[in-house]
């Protein structure tokens, strides 16, 4: 039988290797892991799976019983494989390690559970991204904002409704006659603002006491404190 005779059947062979495969030089394919784990091949097996061609597929099996364990297809060049189910179907984890499968048609993009981050990665294991049309956070009210690389939900902001009579205000009084009442926001930052309101007018009328901006606590200081003040603080 002539070379072009057996094309098609050359052209249609699944090629399928396991860690028993005979190589070229009589020694045993050897490897018996997650093909994806192979970034830097040392061995001849581990360059040949390497370097093998999309639709390769790669039997992982029980070293005690010799039965197949886990299946992979190569997907993608130049080492993107993905795990094969019972019924030769894509299994949406993608690997073993803790990853989520986005896409497995296009390249197998997965989100990458690492150190409690997730952090998005290509079917090759380089960084990748994903692009969203909108972001919706339960019932969040406010904005959100990027700080040295993390994005925070901030509420818009604040608002502290004092009768400077309650018991349980955290207020210090001053030799000078002058009183500080303590308004926690827990914001995690100075950059905010903050309006006080004297509330004893049928409308709020804007006041002007001296105020201590801090992370997580302001401190607004009356010579004369009126009998109810309201403190709006708005992040930014």
């Known amino acids: ?10 052209q249609r062979r699944v090629i399928l290797f396991r860690p028993t495969t005979t190589m070229p030089d009589g020694s045993q394919l ?10 830097s091949p040392s061995t001849p097996g581990e360059t040949l799976l390497y370097a093998s061609p999309r ?7 029980d070293p005690s019983t010799g039965d197949v364990e886990q299946e992979w297809f190569k997907k993608a060049l130049p080492n993107g494989w993905v795990k094969l189910t ?6 949406p984890s993608g690997t073993p390690s803790p990853t989520w499968q986005l896409n497995n048609t296009a390249e197998g993009v997965v989100l990458e559970d690492e150190n409690g981050n997730l952090v998005v990665r290509t079917h ?22 990027a700080v040295d690389g993390s994005v925070y939900a901030n509420e818009i902001g604040y608002a502290f409704d004092f009768d400077p009579n309650d018991p349980e205000l955290v207020i210090t009084t ?3 006659g002058s009183i500080t009442f303590e308004a926690p926001h827990n914001l995690g930052t100075e950059n905010h603002l903050v309006s006080v309101y004297d509330m004893s007018y049928a409308k709020p009328k804007t006041i002007y006491p001296d105020v201590q901006i ?14 109810e003040f309201r403190v709006v603080i708005i992040s930014f």
């Open 1 to 10: 039988m002539s070379l072009s005779e057996i094309q098609f059947e050359i």
């Open 30 to 39: 050897g490897f018996n892991g997650d093909p994806n784990d192979i970034t």
């Open 55 to 61: 639709n390769t597929r790669f039997s992982q099996i």
């Open 86 to 91: 019972s019924d030769a179907e894509f299994d």
């Open 124 to 145: 090759d294991g380089s960084l990748g991204y994903v692009t969203l049309e909108g972001i919706k956070i339960s019932d969040l009210t406010g904005y959100l904002k």
């Open 174 to 176: 001053h030799p000078d």
């Open 214 to 227: 801090n992370e997580n606590i302001d401190e607004i200081t009356f010579s004369s404190v009126p009998t």
